[in-house]
T-cell receptor, first 114, second 109 residues
Framework: EAGVVQSPRYKIIEKKQPVAFWCNPI?????LYWYRQNLGQGPELLIR????????DSQLPKDRFSAERLKGVDSTLKIQPAELGDSAVYLC????????????FGAGTRLSVL | EDQVTQSPEALRLQEGESSSLNCSYT??????LFWYRQDPGKGPEFLFT???AGEEKEKERLKATLTKKESFLHITAPKPEDSATYLC??????????FGAGTTVTVRA
């Protein structure tokens, strides 16, 4: 079974430029999460989707971040414009059973903003 | 606010030298405590979930235990392939996981 797939793996951009990350969750997983992981820290939740609906986006900086999950499968996270402080690894995770809440993570996208 | 503190930050072990990692937490109404393993350049990989004080779970050379204030991850006779960062996370609400900063374990042959 294929795991959570993310692309690109690495992205280097200049500040004020836009950037987008893509995630394909495990087949059949209705719940999808986007996390940000700073160097030396644990992941921090940005947004959670149940199917197409963003059920928790309270931690998403909405002035510059946006996300969508069309058709309840793939998801895209966008930053526009990027700032130096956005440099981090952006992780996508999915889960099938909300009761057990076992989240399966992708390899992440490492973003460097210059 | 949920708080998760992991110690030590880094641990260097000789192959076969058993040790323990600590995860102390402050949370209102623990629903579950999760252990994940993260290799460099990869996402976290699920290891265990513990739900109540006194519970223990094992997987190969790893054993996780839980009390009302902390969890321990015991590594017995570690091998170089056990080198990784081990993350602890707590769930207080329906789904949100609050992660600690992790303990980076290096096992030398």
């Amino acid at each position: 079974e294929a795991g959570v797939v993310q692309s690109p793996r690495y992205k280097i951009i200049e500040k004020k430029q836009p950037v987008a990350f893509w995630c394909n969750p495990i087949s059949g997983h209705n719940t999808l999460y986007w996390y940000r992981q700073n160097l030396g820290q644990g992941p921090e939740l940005l947004i959670r989707y149940e199917n197409e609906e963003a059920v928790d986006d309270s931690q998403l900086p909405k002035d510059r971040f946006s996300a969508e999950r069309l058709k309840g499968v793939d998801s895209t996270l966008k930053i526009q414009p990027a700032e130096l402080g956005d440099s981090a690894v952006y992780l996508c995770a999915s889960s099938a059973d909300s009761a057990k809440n076992i989240q399966y993570f992708g390899a992440g996208t490492r973003l460097s903003v210059l | 606010e949920d708080q998760v503190t992991q110690s030590p930050e880094a641990l260097r072990l000789q192959e076969g030298e058993s040790s323990s990692l600590n995860c102390s937490y402050t949370v209102s109404g623990l629903r579950g405590l999760f252990w994940y393993r993260q290799d460099p350049g990869k996402g976290p990989e699920f290891l265990f979930t513990l739900y109540s004080a006194g519970e223990e779970k094992e997987k190969e050379r790893l054993k996780a235990t839980l009390t009302k204030k902390e969890s321990f991850l015991h590594i017995t006779a570690p091998k170089p392939e056990d080198s990784a960062t081990y993350l602890c996370a707590v769930q207080a609400g329906d789904y949100k996981l609050s992660f600690g900063a992790g303990t980076t374990v290096t096992v030398r042959a």
